[in-house]
């Protein structure tokens, strides 16, 4: 049974080895998006001064109609801290593709944009991490590689389940293979709750999103026929009425209708450390503002608070730097088992043609 089970282990490691290797890499880097942002492209996503007066909203959005005529709001996302920007995408007028522009929410300056974000090297950084830049069939990919990873992970564990006889044992003067694999058995421990955490929410969002594709295209969205949403609507308004609602509450996102028929959204939190960033809603109608429903996350059931945590669990967005290096060190391991499984497979392999 454990020589099966090592076999498939191996199998399973050579075959996705460069795939956890590449979704390890970006992944890490992802956790710091807003510095990668800051040194790639200081000019469209610079270090604001640290203020905490931010304009009101109306007067934002106002700034952006005035300055982008020929383009419509889609999407603001606010700044994430007091120096840093508002993410905004818009839509120019009878196309279809989201754009990003950067706001200073103390001023109101256009600081970057229109731009495709993809091309940025966040952008190409995220489509690699989670498509490998090839679509719906590359978002499928990284699933199934994001659920090799949980199995390699599970298998590895009952491979050396006895681990806690010589754990953290690295035979530094015995022979090579001996020491790749006190090497790779200290590591893949060490790193399981990483291997699960990530590899299941990874395969819980890719694969189930893939299918939808397959099913229903993944083609660009609907072409903008104009404003969807009537003039005479505060967002302030809005913001401030989703406050009362639900005290407590922290805006982070807002979608505006770009289609007919389409409603106002305002995602956000409560400030709990392992609720995602847009894990209470808000949706107010397009022409009158009146509120037509709110999901608040600690009204959900069991099953969408536990999907909830999955994304500040996969990010590691619950505790501050330590956690998110933590939490890079983890992501990197998958490719470092790779690598350390890969040369314990050639020893072996090389061991095998000696003794023929």
């Not at 995602?276 to 109608?285: G, K, L, N, V």
């Amino acid at each position: 049974m454990n020589k099966l089970l090592w076999q498939i282990h191996s199998w399973i490691g050579l075959i996705a080895g460069i795939g956890l290797l590449i979704i390890g890499l970006t992944g890490s880097l992802l956790l710091f998006h807003d510095e990668l942002d800051a040194a790639t492209a200081h000019d469209v996503f610079p270090a604001l001064p640290n203020s905490t007066a931010r304009l009101p909203l109306d007067i934002l959005l106002t700034g952006v109609e005035k300055g982008l005529p020929d383009y419509e709001i889609s999407s603001w996302a606010f700044a994430p801290a007091a120096d840093a920007v508002d993410r905004v995408f818009v839509v120019k007028h009878k196309r279809r593709e989201r754009l990003l522009v950067t706001i200073n929410p103390h001023t109101g300056a256009i600081l970057g944009g229109p731009l495709d974000a993809r091309h940025t090297v966040t952008g190409w950084v995220m489509d690699l991490h989670y498509t490998f830049c090839a679509g719906s069939v590359g978002t499928l990919v990284a699933g199934i590689f994001a659920a090799l990873l949980c199995l390699l992970g599970l298998s590895g564990f009952w491979l050396y389940r006895d681990f806690w006889t010589s754990f953290i044992q690295l035979r530094w003067r015995a022979s090579r293979r001996i020491f790749l694999t006190d090497l790779h058995k200290t590591v893949g421990i060490a790193s399981l709750a990483f291997q699960l955490i990530l590899g299941f929410t990874g395969a819980y969002w890719n694969i189930p999103s893939a299918l939808r594709q397959f099913r229903f295209g993944s083609g660009l969205p609907p072409e903008l026929t104009g404003r969807h949403w009537s003039k005479s609507i505060s967002l302030d308004s809005l913001l401030q009425q989703s406050r009362q609602d639900l005290p407590g509450f922290q805006a982070t996102f807002i979608a505006l209708p770009v289609v007919p028929g389409a409603n106002i959204q305002i995602y956000g939190h409560t400030g709990s450390p392992l609720r995602s960033e847009y894990c209470s809603t808000f949706t107010f109608h397009p022409q009158s503002g009146a509120r037509i429903e709110m999901r608040e996350i600690g009204k959900a059931g069991l099953w969408g608070q536990v999907t909830d945590s999955f994304r500040p669990l996969h990010y590691g967005t619950f505790g501050g730097f330590f956690v998110k290096a933590l939490w890079c060190a983890g992501g990197l391991t998958p490719g470092f088992l790779a690598i350390t499984g890969f040369l314990m497979w050639r020893q072996r392999q090389v061991g095998r043609n000696g003794e023929n």
